[in-house]
């Protein structure tokens, strides 16, 4: 069976906070067509801290929700399959034409200008210890100019440097991406920072490259593709409290 699990996260949008909380885990056997969603611990804190509302599709917390298709709040999220432009679209993804819709949100991370909502999938462990993700680097609108020119002259392969920041302004606790001559080109998602930071703290086995680099008009979000590779000796990815489901 192909099991596979992707993780809801919710922005409290509110100008004092804008914090991230994961609320909600979506497990599927694409192959059997079987999908599972469960509201997480995150959740629950999100409403304690946040207020967050629970989702209308998804109206009662502590409920195990079932479906042999995808909930729509997930295929809404998805490029349609006969849209003219769905193969330049999963190009920017670095996606074959014939991936599916779990595929897919593993790497466009389910945005919409609409809400306060993005998906991202779970981190594995290989039994050696490793792990290998990708995401799109994000807060590159926030960085310098030289910063942002360094940016259009980034290549495929690209070597990059992952470093950890103790005092970013909005989160404390951040994790940096930047060049190999040193600017600081934008960060990692905040829903990655605990699981990296455990593995640059327990190895110095990790490294990042560019994978992609989508010009205008994708969208900002989708600008810069990245890789990162390392690995972890006791650490656990992904499984305090808050990605543990509430049922």
């Given amino acids: 069976m192909s099991e596979k ?41 999100a409403e304690e801290q946040a207020g967050f509302p629970l989702l209308v599709e998804f109206p009662e917390l502590e409920q195990d929700y079932q479906s042999s298709e995808l909930f729509p709040l997930f295929r809404n999220r998805v490029i349609a399959p006969g849209r003219l432009d769905r193969a330049g ?8 034409e014939d991936a599916n819709p779990f595929e897919i949100l593993s790497v466009n991370g389910g945005t919409r200008v609409t809400d306060a909502y993005e998906v991202f999938p779970k981190l594995v462990k290989r039994a050696d210890g490793s792990f290998k993700c990708r995401f799109f680097l994000h807060g590159s609108r926030h960085v310098n100019p030289p910063a942002r020119d360094r940016i259009d002259r980034l290549k495929p392969r690209e070597k990059l440097y992952i470093t950890l920041e103790l005092t970013n302004p909005a989160t404390t606790l951040a ?3 930047q060049t ?44 810069v593709l990245v890789e990162m590779r390392g690995s972890w000796d006791e650490h656990e990815p992904m499984t305090s409290e808050d990605f543990v489901p509430v049922v």
């Fill in 175 to 177: 994790v940096q991406v």
């Fill in 89 to 96: 679209y999963l190009a920017n993804l670095d996606l074959p």
């Fill in 180 to 223: 190999t001559d040193y600017h600081m080109i934008g960060w990692t998602p905040r829903y990655l920072v605990t699981d990296l930071t455990a593995a640059m703290a327990e190895t110095a086995n990790y490294s990042a490259h560019v994978v992609r680099i989508n010009p205008q008009p994708a969208p900002s979000k989708q600008r």
């Fill in 5 to 45: 699990t992707l993780f809801l996260a919710w922005q409290d949008k509110r100008k004092e906070s804008r914090l991230w909380f994961p609320i909600g885990r979506l497990d599927a056997n694409v192959e059997g067509s079987l999908y599972r969603f469960r509201y997480t611990g995150g959740a629950k804190r």
